[in-house]
């Protein structure tokens, strides 16, 4: 799927449907690829799935403690301080890693996806520090405050319906970079165009 920057954009629009059109149109894929996984799983060591993390590679994860796994990834990133992200950025990241892991390559649970996009169609949403892993190996730090709901509460997601691999596939991804990118832009284009008006009611007064 290729957007425009206008249509990146507007993905944090709360009544933009881009995200939940090309999610539903992926179905198929999704599917196909969640199945996939599940059965590599069983047979091969995956990182991230069947092993730790970083230095904890070596470790094996069995996997009736898979959910368990996944939900201490989620803690341990939930770290970071400084003032919170707009939520407009916050709600363009949710729908922008949720295109991308409807691409299909991603293995992530179908339910879990849906789940993303509901989240990112809440009002209120998740307060997400500005200073942490924004840009490095991923935005670990930022997605992992945005997905919390979805791992802790009383709408999390039943541990049973868990992927192997929900956690790590909504974590490592460069959504908030991009998201936050596009926010500056925005911003010094409204800049630009009060700038001109500026500039041109100085002119007017001026003649």
Not at 60 to 65: D, K
Not at 74 to 87: Q, S
Not at 94 to 109: D, E, F, N, T, V
Not at 173 to 197: G, H, R, V
């Amino acid at each position: 799927m290729h957007l425009s920057f206008r249509e990146l954009s507007e993905l944090a629009d709360e009544n933009n449907t881009t995200a939940h059109s090309f999610v539903e149109a992926q179905q198929e894929k999704i599917s196909k690829s969640f199945e996939i996984l599940k059965s590599i799983n069983v047979r091969e060591s995956i990182y991230g799935t069947s092993t730790g993390f970083g230095h904890n590679v070596n470790c094996h994860v069995e996997q009736l403690a898979a959910a368990g796994h996944q939900k201490g990834l989620i803690r341990f990133l939930n770290v970071g301080r400084g003032e919170a992200f707009k939520a407009s950025v916050v709600r363009r990241a949710l729908r922008i890693q949720a295109i991308k892991l409807a691409q299909g390559y991603s293995g992530i649970h179908p339910e879990t996806l849906n789940k993303l996009l509901n989240l990112s169609d809440q009002n209120s949403l998740p307060l997400v520090p500005q200073r942490g892993s924004l840009g490095a190996s991923g935005d670990l730090i930022p997605m992992a405050h945005a997905v919390k709901p979805m791992f802790f509460g009383s709408n999390a997601i039943a541990e049973s319906r868990l992927g192997p691999r929900d956690a790590l596939a909504l974590v490592n991804t460069n959504a908030f970079m991009l998201s936050f990118l596009l926010e500056q832009i925005c911003e010094f284009e409204k800049f630009i165009e009060k700038s001109y008006d500026f500039v041109l009611d100085a002119d007017i007064s001026a003649g």
